[in-house]
């Protein structure tokens, strides 16, 4: 675990706040036509973002204006020391990491509505896997699935059925190879099959995977990426709340929020008329950890 064997030959290529008026100049979006926007519900009092901090300190910023862009935040550090190599949200306050030495471990936050203190599940730390230093991008697509890029570009599913720690997987733990040519780029899931990706030409291409919970290769579009932005190459980092909200931060360490208002469709409409909100300097240290399913499509 992980093993990179395809699990099927129907493989498809892929293809891949004063900063209003900066932002209006830089990040451009395809015009919106007739609106499309997805009922959206959120988990309250609030949506969580992890960070970790200069010091190693593994901090909860909890956000209680999700689908509006308010820069509502409050924090609380919830481990005092955070050594893994990455960190990647599985939602739902599950966190799994990926040690320096390839193992992935499950972490649960039990106060990942940002209800309180530092709250672990008993069973947090419990390592679930193997071997997953080999692949050059991981991210949660909530409620269990994985999505991993290999070396060579394939871009591998997995879903993780356990819910306190144990080994359970989907397909006993195999990667089902469901692309390819996802080398080279940013990449963010956001829930319901979407990833949002940015490649070298700072486009922001939207993509749909049909079966996120089965694991079958179908796409929307035919597989073909829908460019549904431009100008997002000035960001360094991408991760997703849920639902089309957008978290993206820049290489001063700025973050900025987004909603895409058709995250299932694929129609480039978007709030605030595609400018980004500031949600705050200091967010240069490590990733950005969003709960994945902060915000689901209802």
Known sequence: MPQLMPHTNRTRRLSRTGWSALLAALFTFTA???????????????V??????????????????PLTGGNAWSQVVISPTWT???????????IFTITETGDLVWHHDNKYDGSG?????PNSGSVIGTGWSSFTTVVGGGDGVIYAVSQDGKLYWYRYLGSTGQFSWANDGRGVQIGAG???LRIAASGNGVLYTVPE???????????????????ANGGLGVTIGSGWGAHTRLASFGAGVLLARNSTGTMFWYRHLDPVGGAANWANGGVGLGLGRGWNDSELVADVTGCRVT
């Open 32 to 46: 919106p036509g007739a609106p499309a926007q997805a009922a959206t519900s959120c988990t309250t009092p609030a």
């Open 48 to 65: 969580s973002n992890y960070h970790v901090d200069s010091n190693g300190k593994l901090r909860r910023w909890s956000n209680s204006a």
């Open 84 to 94: 893994a190599a990455r960190t990647i949200s599985g939602g739902n306050g599950v």
């Open 117 to 121: 203190e530092a709250d672990w599940d």
């Open 182 to 184: 996802w080398n080279g």
């Open 201 to 219: 030409g700072g486009q922001l291409r939207w993509y749909r995977h049909l079966d996120p919970l089965g694991g079958r290769p179908g796409w």
